[in-house]
C-alpha cells in the first residue's frame, strides 16, 4: 500500500538494505547504513542512532540514489566517496585503485623497520600508503610515484586534505628517484597476469583501473624491475619492501636474492596469505 506518510531514518535504510540485499550484496544492512551516513552527512556509526527522525525529501531522495548506484554494481567506496586506510579517510572516486586491508599491513611492515630517513612510495595511487607513513612515522621526507596522471591528482588531493607534505612526482617506477639515497623503497606494484585479471569480479574490472592490477606475462614485470633496479635509488642497508600475489611470495624473494638484496622474508597478511616481500641491500654492495 502506498501512503504519504513522510520516511523515517528507519524506515529508509530498511528500504535501502532490502534493495541492496535484492541486488546480491552480501552485508546488506552494514552497507544501508553506509550509504545513509555518506547521504545525511553524519559521522561513521550514526545512521541508526535516531531511528524516528523523520526524512527530507531530499534526504530520502539522496539515500534512494547511493543506493540504487550500488546495487546496480558500483564499489562502495566510490558510492560513498570516501575509504578508511588505517588512520586516514581518502577519497575514492576511480581515478586510482580502492586501497585494500591488505595493504595497511605493509605499511606497518616498513613502519617496524625504518620509520625514519628518506622513504619512497612507488605505484602510489590514492596515496595510501605514502600518506600513512608520513601520518605514523617520523620520516625526513616522504617521496610517490605513480605513472597514471589521474592516480597522482588523486593522491595530491589526500594529500592535502589529511594536511601531509609529501612530493609527488609522475613517472615510469623508479625513474622519478634517480639520484635519491633511500632507506626504504616500498611499493604494491601491478602484479597479476592477464588471464587472473580477467578472473577477477566483474565489479572491479568495471570500476577499477586496469593499470593498477595487471603487470605482463606473469604478473611480475613491474616487481621484477624494481628488485633489478631498485638498489640505484636505495642506499646500502636500507630496505625494499613490497606488496606480491600470494601466490608468487617464494618466486619474489628468490627474484630479490638474484637480484643482489639480502635477507630476503616473506610476511603473511591479516588473512594468512603470503603477501609481503621485505629485503635489505647490503651495507657492502
Ligand atoms: C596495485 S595499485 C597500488 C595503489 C596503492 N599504492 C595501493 O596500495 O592501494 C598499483 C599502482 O601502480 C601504478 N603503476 C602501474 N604501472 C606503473 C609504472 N610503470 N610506474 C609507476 N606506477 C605504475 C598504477 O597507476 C597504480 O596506481
Sequence with gaps: MVTDR???AASALESAAELLQGAGVVDARREA????????????GQARLHPDRVLGQAEADHLARLANRRAGGEPLAHVTGTIGFRHLLLAADGRALIPRPETEGLVALVLDRMGVGVVADVCTGS??????????????????VDSSREALAQARENGER??????????????PLRGESLDVLVANPPYLTDREYHMLEPAVRAWEPRVALESGKDGLDATRQLLREGHTVVKPGGWIALEVDCHRAADVAALAAGSGWIEPAVHMDLYDRARYVLARRSETS
Excluded: K
Design 6 to 8: 513522510p520516511q523515517t
Design 33 to 44: 547504513a553506509r550509504l545513509a551516513e555518506a547521504a545525511w552527512s553524519l559521522d561513521a
Design 127 to 144: 596515496g595510501c600508503i605514502a600518506l600513512s607513513l608520513a601520518q605514523e612515522g617520523r620520516y625526513q621526507r616522504v617521496i610517490g
Design 162 to 175: 589529511a594536511g601531509l607534505a609529501i612530493e609527488w612526482r609522475l613517472g615510469d617506477l623508479i625513474g
